[in-house]
């Protein structure tokens, strides 16, 4: 069959290394005819080598082949060997299931056949899944195979041919190119490729058993059939599926094609096997594990009993599968016990129940012989496991991996040692069950709600699962919650499983790629909004105390509801309500935590609805928040409850609140009509189902990163925001967003976004009255300089003394500069501008003196702490020595050590933390004052008020006299009272 045609085998060859493919020559029995070809897997063949292996001086070489790996641009092969295929239609089923499962791709592979009937597809593969050869389908060898060769147990169907490996080609007798050309061998992505390997998988035909935990928890009937062994002889597979959702979309020879429940473009998630009662799942997006072939009793007890084989077991039987005999526990000695082997023999674990809940667990060397550890507590806490391990340790040193290998048998054999507890003769497991959507139990598993279930996360050995329920190393048991939310036909958007999702960084990439999909955002808020999205996530760590929301605002026909709904229905727990009652919102809010989209928002609306949200807005910014409601009982009587606003909320309007306070806590993302054609304009189920594959990713994320400390990254966000300069209150809200961004250009710019909202708010909130009398205040002691810096004009030139009246800061004076552009009915009174004054803390008195030229006249006691706190509030900027002579160098007021000073500002709840050194009001008329204010600037007591005062009202005005600090004085400017 062979011939020894060298000049066309080496033609190839030169050929093949043209292309990137490396080469080698090989002999009948497809050996490479070289002493040692392995520095070829990382370095191709040169020109000379090629007409020295292929010159016909080796009269072996009768054929060329491809070495597969990195040398050759990431080639891996698919080997389908048909000389072992019992059904004759190995190849053609083969690429059925391709053709149905990847189309495009399918019409780009590259097919070759080989001598013996069978097929070569070489695909490149990204570099980071390049492996070694690997075994996809076998089947067992038959009575005739084993007879011939007794060390024969099973014959390879498909196969890999990967890094360290190599493939014959053409132009060797027997193979030839059939599909495609070798120079065009397509990429495939990862995804492509464990879809590839999973059809591959489905055709082997090895016996599929349970695993070691799973079988122990079975039941056999003395002399009889196990209801294992019966239902996957007798099982309805196909009932049972459609059953649970899954949909049979056409039959292909001996397999059953069907799609998976949900909605879903793929027409085949997965099939089932007929002959061999196989079920495999292609797809991710189900509580199958992609690549796996299921047996009939495992597709039944991840449906019906979440995975649980003990309840699946008892439940089977029940309904009449086992033979009818004595019932006792499969796999178990006749001590009752569950032993585990480790380490080639090294050591045994037994497990036997104990009391109730408890088991005894022993470690023993290999032999048995000698007892090394021995405990009695429940498996299920991870302390006691690693107590457990450190009692091993003190005889048997273990290396990391082997401490690690030890960890997993036991958490295996905490499951397995349910079926124990069966067998102890007491009460029932009288634990409490509770309904929960979220739960970080005693042994540190996290538990999850989605939809129809619970997920449930183990970090310690960074795996997870579904099931209907769990129960805690105490007993408890808990299930997700039965609320009408938490359905599948509306309400709060849920996870429907967990899926991988890469590196953080990609995450954040797909979350991008989705909202850039379907909404039309600048970079810098598509950016944003995808970090917020992953915030929603973990919102409610326990290092997160405050949050911001997201404002989308902007005109009719700008994408704000279509924006609102695809952040909510990725976010999450994403509700999306419209038009809700006070009291039902309070309760959602309170008991779920959800991501809340308020969509038309509108704060102008006077109505018990509107002021629910208003209030749930104004204190759902902190975690500590809560409002009272007044509630009826049933006895026709009230009692308080306490309801918790804290959450994060997606607020859509057509413009931004009157309400600064509301805006300060809000990211505004402007929306613009869109000019793009390419974004759907309709609400359809691609946009749903690929939110919900972020919901999938998203949710495994906040699994691996609840329990993270992000108190470090909160600490070096905030540093890095007081830097810039931006508002307290800005810094505070935007906290928890700025420490997730990674990219120092992003933290420019969000930076440069939060100072241009500042300088918005800031002039919103000095265009108020408010702002005009401190604006006027600051026009009296300050010239502005053109780069924005403050200096003493030279009417006042120096800074005056705090505690004395301030002539410049007349009540008269400030009166007639705010009357300046009033006339007749709109012109102010001085007793009202002095009323205004007080409420920022500002005293006046009159000037007693009779030096002054303003004798008589009411002026504002200079109070250099209390003004400079007023303009840093206002953004007006002081001179550079204002207020300077309460600090010291380090920036700290001398008379309170542990009252911090930044960029200005003094915290304003801390302003009875201490007295100055001077009576605040600066009205001296007792010299002891004087003197112990100077021996000890914090005084302990207050100089008592005047009791002999003649009247409760000012002798000038009328108005209600009010104290301040142990002084009597008018609110209305009038001075201090006689």
Sequence with gaps: MFENNQSILQSAAFNYSAAGLATLPVN???????????????IQPNDNELRTWFSGSDLRTVGVAIIAGKVSGNIEVIDVDCKYDLTGSLMKDFCALLKEHLPELFSKLVIAKTVNKGFHIPVRVPISHIEGNKKLAERPATDEEKTAD??????????TRGEGGYFVAAPTPGYEWIQGSFENIPLITAEERETIFTIARSFDQMPVELPPEEKKTGLVCAGGLSPFEDYNERADVPALLERHGWRFHRRNGRRMIYTRPGKTDQKSSANFCTD?????????????????????????????????????????????????GQVTNKGKQSSEEIKAELFDGKLTIDVSPAERGKCRVSAKTGDGK????????????????????????????????????????????????????????????SGEVIETNFQILKDSRIVEQIYDGLAIYDPETDSHAIAQSISDSDGTTYAPLDDELFTKKGGIYLAETLTEYGTEAEL???????????????????????????????????????????????????????????????????????????????????????????????????????????QILNAGFQQTAQIPRQVATADGKYKTEMFNPFCPKIIGSLKQSASNAFNSRCIEIQMERTIRNDIPLRLSRKLLNAALNLRNKLTLWRMRNIQTDFDAKLDQAERELRASGIMPRSIQINIPLFALINDDDLKREFITLLKERDGILNDEKQRTFDGELIQTLHTILFDLEEDGTARWNDRVKTQPADGELCEHLRIEKIVSMLNNERKGKDELKSGYVGKKLSSFGLISKQILSRKSDYHKKSAILFDSRRLRIIFNNYALPVPPDFYLDH?????????????????????????????????PNGHNNSGEW??????????????????????????????????YLGEIYCPMGCGTAA
Aim: proline residues 4%; hydrophobic residues 35%; glycine residues 4%.
């Design 887 to 919: 600090l010291d160098q380090s920036g700290k007021p001398l008379l309170n050590k542990d009252l911090t000073w930044s960029e200005g500002d003094l915290k304003e709840d801390a302003k009875k933390s201490y007295l100055d050194q001077v009576k």
């Design 28 to 42: 009948k029995a497809k050996k490479a005819t070289l002493d040692t070809w392995k520095k070829y897997e990382t």
């Design 150 to 159: 007794p060390k024969q147990k099973k014959k390879d169907l498909i196969e």
């Design 930 to 963: 004087s003197k112990r204010s100077k021996e000890n600037p914090v005084i302990e007591s207050e100089p008592k008020s005047n009791k002999n005062h003649p009247s409760e009202k000012c002798q000038h005005c009328g108005e209600k006299l009010s104290t």
């Design 508 to 614: 954040i990439a797909d979350v991008e790629k989705y909202l850039s999909t379907y909404l039309d955002l600048k970079p810098l808020f598509l950016k944003l909004t995808a970090l917020y999205i992953l915030f929603t996530y973990i919102f409610d760590s326990d290092s997160i105390l405050e949050l911001s929301y997201l404002n989308a605002t902007g005109d009719a026909g700008s994408g704000k509801s279509r924006f609102g709904l695809a952040v909510c229905i990725a976010s999450h727990r994403g509700l999306s309500l419209i038009t809700p009652s006070a009291a039902s919102l309070y309760r959602i809010v309170d008991k779920f935590q959800p991501t809340l989209f308020l969509d038309e928002f509108n704060s102008d609306v006077n109505s018990d609805d509107a002021a629910a949200i208003i």
């Design 370 to 429: 000698e007892t090394i550890a021995k405990d009695i507590f429940n498996l299920s806490e991870a302390d006691r496991r690693n107590k457990f391990i450190k009692q091993i340790e003190t005889v048997l040193p273990l290396s990391g991996d082997e401490k690690t290998g030890v960890a997993r048998e036991l958490l295996k054999l905490a499951d397995a040692s349910e079926l124990l507890a069966d067998s102890v003769e007491t009460a029932p497991n």
């Design 276 to 324: 061999r009662r196989i079920f495999y799942v292609f797809t991710t997006s189900t509580d199958f594990e992609s690549g796996r072939g299921y047996n009939p009793i495992q597709v039944y007890a991840r449906l019906e009993h979440g995975n649980n084989f003990s309840a699946a077991s008892h439940a089977l039987y029940k309904d009449g599968y086992g033979s009818r």
